[in-house]
């Protein structure tokens, strides 16, 4: 198993910038494929972004591409969610979560339902 605890949210003004860090415990960070998605009020939980265990792919939201970028550093057991430009439709709970790849592919998982792993959540609150 693997424990996620997301950091790095905060209030922020629009055009601003702020990182995102998921701190995983347990297993080898490597041998997960992982995630980002965030929640705003009253909408669906939806795809951000996403690295494959190997590192080597990635894969950004169509609304967030261009200004946000997800990166890992494995011997921190650590994943990024670097956030530029910010604007207000980008207010939401952001969610990192992981998924099992003991082939240490580069696959990458877009879909909620693929994820075995959640973390409680970090608030991002974009001002106009």
């Known amino acids: 198993q693997v424990q996620l605890v997301e950091s790095g949210g905060g209030l922020v003004q629009a055009g601003g910038s702020l990182r995102l860090s998921c701190a995983a415990s347990g297993r080898t960070f490597r041998s997960y494929a992982m995630g980002w998605f965030r929640q705003a009020p009253g909408k669906e939980r939806e795809f951000v972004a996403a690295?494959?265990?190997?590192?080597?792919?990635?894969a950004h939201a169509d609304s967030v591409k261009g200004r946000f970028t997800i990166s890992s550093d494995n011997a921190k057991n650590t994943m990024y969610l670097e956030m530029n430009s910010l604007k207000p439709e980008d207010t939401a709970v952001y969610y990192c979560?992981?998924?099992?790849?003991?082939?240490?592919?580069?696959?990458?998982?877009?879909?909620?339902?693929?994820?075995?792993?959640w973390g409680q959540g970090t608030q991002v609150t974009v001002s106009s």
């Open positions: 979560a992981a998924k099992s790849d003991l082939v240490y592919s580069g696959r990458l998982y877009l879909t909620i339902g693929s994820y075995d792993y």
């Open positions: 690295i494959s265990a190997s590192g080597s792919s990635t």
